[in-house]
């Protein structure tokens, strides 16, 4: 494999270089965390770094100016300024540590499962998260110090509850983004528990954005603190900042130097945070607008119509005898102009070694039909069926885990859009290998071999090279092949291939089906090929059924149908694809001009 091949045009060359590597080259950002790390330093060593001990009150120093032994001069108790301003920086790093800690560990897990989950968790997380946020923070935190005798840790244990809202907000936003990615579906398809998706892909794409909402976060709790601090509410025995300028804000007319001091600092360290937030954010272009999930026609175009006869036609083979089918399924998605019924009744098999090819114009609910089937119809679409059986077994009479463990085990799915299919977070070689580890129970030697025998096999030459590298290293077909790869990898019953050419240059797409049909032939798998393209399928389907308006409106062998298209939608579907430069013709020219072979 080639350099060109390997990198798609346009690829993120600077996606390569970490978030904090190029942190580094944002010269306000380093500097802010420069400060930062001093404050926090200087908090940790401030035993070895205070010249004097902080509470020893030394009357002659009273309100005494800034002098060689003493930098910052005294307080208003005759005490060493500098060495409680160091003291008082641990003070303030411990408590903004504690309220981040908080936020993180109850806000980031709830955001996530809510988003992830939806329904039930979604709601009763958000109301909960409005709840917290409605309460008046600062008279819960005088009624919490009231009870807990001012104890610090318990007061910024609070705080960081009443941080919660913003990192639960975050997370949930994220959750609801990346569930929608394809490679999310993927994963789902393959097999992969609810636990493991949750920490491979949902933690690792809410983590850019969780620790800019720390810097945020533990400058407020900072401020919070301090001004509890300032109240009188807190530990005495401590120095910290929020007393000093309290004793400051008493002698201000006489000593404003008492004053400036932890202000300065405090001022100084909630900017470093709030400089490294907006750095890491400029840096981190967190997208919270939901993934678009497939191209969809104009909404309202389908009316109910829940009486539609299921077209059983379409059904040539027993259960026993079916590798995957589907009885009377209907699909409704509720809008605001009332429910609408996208799948009206399909039913439709595919046997053992049979290939079968679900056409239909853009919207007629071919996706559609196979999400149910796949168990990936998103959240808002309610399925019904009078059974779908993978293997014989009927699906719908199994537990969930049950029905993952069964799709993970006896199905592979070629998506759409090859690119959105992969997590751009994870070398290709790990996402290979993850669900050949969870889901076969591969050690992770063996599922490294699987993976590079699989890879060899699409056609890809230099498959380690290939597994080491990201998604976005390689070109789209590549990406499609790697795909192909994992659907199969795991020696599936069934293939289903939605649009698997769609995004794919005419010389590119000729190969992927030449390679979808020989390995059809090869592990003696069902294929289901999802495609709005008849010349795509003409010589790779041996039936065909074809879909409008979430109907199936005729179906049989390839060649019955496009001699005598009994339906004139079908006869200009076909007509269609003659005149269309994706035409089957066109493709096998192109892969023959192109002299290329399809694998080694
Ligand atoms: N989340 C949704 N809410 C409402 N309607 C939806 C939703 N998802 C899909 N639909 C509708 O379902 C219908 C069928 O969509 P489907 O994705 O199955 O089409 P398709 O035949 O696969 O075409 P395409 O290849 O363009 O995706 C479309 O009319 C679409 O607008």
């Known amino acids: 494999m080639t350099d060109a091949a390997l990198r798609a ?28 790390l001093l404050v926090v330093l200087t908090g940790l060593f401030a035993p070895l770094l205070a010249p004097h001990d902080p509470n020893l009150v030394d009357f002659t120093l009273t309100q005494a100016p800034p002098g060689a032994e003493h930098l910052m001069g005294g307080d208003s108790a ?29 806000g980031v897990p709830a955001g996530v499962a809510a988003g992830y989950f939806g329904g039930a968790a979604d709601r009763i997380c958000s109301w909960i998260s409005d709840a917290v946020q409605s309460v008046p923070g600062m008279i819960v935190l005088l009624i919490v110090a009231a009870g807990t005798g001012a104890d610090f840790t318990v007061l910024m244990v609070t705080v960081g509850v009443f941080m919660t809202p913003g990192y639960y907000r975050i997370s949930r936003s994220r959750a609801l983004a990346v569930r929608r990615e394809p490679y999310v579906d993927a994963a789902r398809v393959a097999g992969l528990t609810h636990a493991r998706i949750l920490h491979a ?46 004793d400051g804000f008493r002698t201000m007319g006489t000593h404003p130097l008492i004053l400036l001091w932890p202000s300065l600092a405090l001022g100084i360290t909630i900017a470093a945070l709030a400089f490294i937030g907006s750095t890491l954010a400029d840096l981190v272009s967190v997208r919270t607008e939901p993934a678009r999930r497939r191209r969809t026609a104009p909404a309202g175009r389908h009316a109910v119509d829940a009486e539609t006869p299921a077209s059983s036609g379409a059904l040539v083979h027993t259960v026993e005898r079916s590798a995957l089918r589907i009885d009377n399924l209907r699909v409704t998605y509720a809008t605001a102009h009332g429910d609408k019924e996208v799948v009206r009744g399909v039913c439709l098999d595919v046997a053992p070694g049979e290939v079968l090819g679900i056409v239909g114009e853009s919207g007629s609910g071919k996706s559609q039909t196979m999400f149910s089937a796949l168990d990936l119809l998103s959240q808002d679409g309610r399925s019904s069926a009078d059974g779908i059986w993978i293997g014989g077994r009927e ?34 070689g790990h996402q290979l290998v993850e669900p050949l580890r969870a889901v076969h129970k591969l050690t992770k030697a063996q599922a490294r071999d699987r993976a590079r025998e699989v890879l060899l096999r699409v056609g890809i030459t230099d498959p380690d090279r290939v597994m080491a590298s990201y998604p976005h290293h390689v070109s789209g077909g590549m990406a499609q092949r790697v795909l192909i790869a994992g659907a199969v990898a795991g020696k599936p019953d069934l293939l289903v291939a939605d649009e698997p050419t769609t995004a794919l240059d005419v010389t590119v797409q000729a190969e992927v089906l030449e390679l979808l049909r020989e390995l059809q032939q090869e592990y003696g798998m069902a294929l289901v090929i999802v495609t709005h393209n008849f010349g795509v399928v003409a010589d790779i389907c041996d039936r065909v059924v074809v879909m409008k308006d979430g109907r199936i409106i005729e179906s049989g062998t390839v060649g019955q149908i496009f001699a005598e298209p009994a339906d004139p939608y079908t ?20 892969w023959h001009e192109a002299g290329q072979k399809v694998h080694t």
Do not use: K
């Not at 045009?9 to 802010?32: C, D, I």
């Open 9 to 36: 045009p346009g690829a993120p060359v600077r996606a390569e270089l970490s978030l904090w590597r190029r942190f580094l080259h944002r010269p306000l950002g380093v500097t802010a965390l420069a400060v930062l």
């Open 78 to 106: 005759g005490r060493d300024i500098f060495s409680r301003l160091l003291y008082g920086a641990r003070t303030t790093v411990y408590g903004a540590a504690i309220a981040c800690l908080v936020g993180v560990g109850i």
């Open 201 to 246: 892909h949902m933690l690792r794409a809410v983590h850019a954005p969780v620790i800019i909402q720390s810097a945020l976060t533990a400058g407020v709790a900072m401020g919070m603190q301090t001004g509890l601090q300032f109240l009188g509410v807190g530990t005495a025995s401590a120095p910290d900042w929020g007393q000093m300028m309290n």
């Open 395 to 428: 699906a719908g009479g199994l537990s969930r885990a049950e029905r993952h463990a069964l799709l993970g085990t006896r199905v592979g799915y070629v998506p759409q859009e090859p690119m959105s299919n992969l997590d751009p977070c994870y070398t290709i």
């Open 571 to 590: 006869a200009e579907l076909i007509h269609a694809s003659q005149d269309d430069s994706e035409s089957r013709d066109d493709l096998d020219a192109a």
